[in-house]
């Protein structure tokens, strides 16, 4: 069986993952344009990847662009992928010294039209090989899309769709081999997944806080982290 299936350790942290809400209400509520949240949103993140690396946590999933997001403004989507492809590159160096790779869940290919690929796929190439820290960036990315896209998967390779398992299924994720996270956290107060890791959050601790992305600080991921351990590992608990 695969890494990536029902090894959640209750006596660790190893994947933290994040739907990061809330980047356009913190730049309204400062009276700032909806690009200064996300620009700040990019700040937030690297502040949590730091924490990761520094607590030797070894997966972080982010959603950053779900299917959803295509029915924005065209300015703001204009913005957020210009945002994509200028971070791609100028966080390159830092990534890699830092030893962090990044990958990407999701169909990338509808970003071709956008110039922005050819940044992303450089970024999951010269990080390729780094193993302090898999940073999963879930881009143009739905649940229900990446289900689909493993069955359809399975039906290339097999005849036989009366006998589906689980496993395979699983086997035909977009990243098969990435462990569920242990805790799974929404900022920006919305208490719902929104198309996100559906499947891999079967026993993944949910977490939702009032805290908009671009205030979520390395002390509250500590103490959502701290809380968890206190259920599930002081009191030996078991999901």
């Given at each position: 069986?695969?890494?990536?299936?029902n090894?959640?350790?209750?006596?660790?942290?190893?994947?933290?993952?994040?739907?990061?809400?809330?980047?356009?209400?913190?730049?309204?509520?400062?009276?700032?344009?909806?690009i200064?949240?996300?620009?700040?949103?990019?700040?937030?993140?690297?502040?949590?990847?730091?924490y990761?690396?520094d607590n030797?946590?070894?997966?972080?999933?982010?959603?950053?662009?779900?299917?959803?997001?295509?029915?924005?403004?065209?300015?703001?989507?204009?913005?957020?992928?210009?945002?994509?492809?200028?971070v791609a590159?100028?966080?390159?160096?830092?990534?890699?010294?830092?030893?962090?790779?990044?990958?990407?869940l999701?169909?990338?290919?509808?970003?071709e039209?956008?110039?922005?690929?050819?940044n992303?796929?450089?970024l999951?190439?010269?990080?390729?090989?780094?193993?302090?820290?898999?940073?999963?960036?879930?881009?143009?990315?739905?649940?229900?899309?990446?289900?689909?896209?493993?069955?359809?998967?399975?039906?290339t390779?097999?005849?036989?769709?009366?006998?589906?398992?689980?496993?395979?299924i699983?086997?035909?994720?977009?990243?098969?081999?990435?462990p569920?996270?242990?805790?799974?956290?929404?900022?920006?107060?919305?208490k719902?997944?929104?198309?996100?890791?559906?499947?891999?959050?079967?026993?993944?601790?949910?977490?939702?806080?009032?805290?908009?992305?671009?205030?979520?600080?390395?002390?509250?991921?500590e103490?959502?982290?701290?809380?968890?351990?206190?259920?599930?590992?002081?009191e030996?608990?078991?999901?």
């Amino acid at each position: 069986m695969l890494e990536s299936r029902n090894t959640t350790n209750f006596d660790q942290v190893n994947h933290l993952a994040f739907v990061m809400d809330g980047n356009r209400r913190w730049a309204k509520a400062k009276g700032l344009p909806v690009i200064a949240g996300h620009k700040e949103g990019v700040e937030a993140l690297k502040k949590v990847t730091k924490y990761c690396l520094d607590n030797s946590i070894c997966h972080l999933t982010v959603y950053a662009f779900s299917t959803e997001n295509w029915n924005r403004n065209s300015n703001e989507l204009e913005f957020l992928f210009k945002l994509l492809a200028e971070v791609a590159l100028r966080e390159l160096e830092e990534l890699r010294r830092l030893g962090v790779k990044v990958d990407f869940l999701g169909d990338i290919s509808k970003f071709e039209n956008f110039n922005i690929k050819e940044n992303l796929e450089r970024l999951a190439d010269e990080t390729s090989t780094n193993r302090k820290l898999n940073l999963h960036i879930a881009l143009n990315y739905g649940s229900i899309l990446e289900l689909t896209h493993s069955i359809n998967k399975i039906r290339t390779k097999s005849s036989d769709y009366q006998n589906i398992t689980q496993d395979d299924i699983s086997e035909n994720l977009y990243l098969p081999t990435m462990p569920d996270p242990e805790l799974l956290i929404r900022t920006g107060g919305e208490k719902r997944l929104s198309n996100f890791l559906l499947w891999q959050s079967e026993k993944s601790e949910l977490i939702f806080t009032d805290t908009l992305w671009p205030d979520f600080s390395s002390e509250e991921l500590e103490s959502i982290i701290d809380d968890y351990k206190k259920s599930y590992l002081l009191e030996g608990v078991s999901a």
